[in-house]
């Protein structure tokens, strides 16, 4: 399991919310589907999506919060009485939670596609004030799970190998703030001799062992983080001949523009990696002219590179 090491100054409060998420955080993403949803929350009722993804009101603050499609094929639009808050083609309810005395609504908003979890979006109404929202998007993948306290609604970010982020926090005070950095971490004192590619979900997963990530940072460096998103889309990994396993995948919503290729050779503990992008040829660490036979062979089924 991947753990992330806060670099930054956090309250203990939000240490310990980050120590409770650690497992959801550290899972490749994936966009929920509407049937994970829950619909229920301090007694407020929506309906299951329904063929044609209509969704029930959500009576909220004495007013009403729907969800409509107002062209077929069209992006769902979010509204509380008729005032629009947001749109596109995803749209879920939720729930209603409480944040320092005041009452909020949550929903998912996104692109939908692969691996790529929803934004949300924030609605609440002040004491004597009018209906408010916000919309959390920490990058053009969405946003992380948000996890909620008494006094603050938390989002801790997925990280890829080699990325740093921020923690952010929201309430109706303070509006939306940084909590601290978090940095990945691989998991301390694991070697090659720990690698297990029966147990990864996806290819990147090998990053956790701390022996891989520092063969990895010697040969990508700054690239790591690009690198690691080029292999987002992709699923369990194959073996050659030799022993060395490997997967290819690529960037969300541009499978097919922006492949990647990972190789492990635990025995002769290296790494190979491939990412094509517009050029003819892919770039490659170490250079293909370098890699044993059969992992170029891989890489030619995996990507299509040979000539």
Sequence with gaps: MTRSLLAGTCGLAFLLMAATLSHA????P???SAAEKSATDQGTDAADASDDDS????PFEGGTLTITQPEQDGEKVLAYDGKQLATNYDVFFDRIVEVGGVKVALFDVGDGGNQCGPATVIVWKPEGGTIQSTTVEQDDCGAPPSAVSDNAIYFVPYLLPGDEKPALQWSPTDGLTISGNLTYMP???????DIDPEKYQNIIDAFH???VY?????LLGKDMPDMATSLLVGGGTEKTASGVFYASGCVPHDCGGNDGFMAVDPAQH???FARRGDKPEPDAWPAVTTWPADVKEALDKALGTAN
């Design 25 to 28: 955080q550290t899972q490749t």
């Design 30 to 32: 994936t966009a929920p």
């Design 55 to 58: 969704q029930a009101p959500v």
């Design 187 to 193: 998991e301390p004192g694991t070697d090659w001799k």
């Design 209 to 211: 062992n701390e022996a």
């Design 214 to 218: 520092k063969e990895a940072e010697k």
């Design 270 to 272: 290296k790494l190979y």
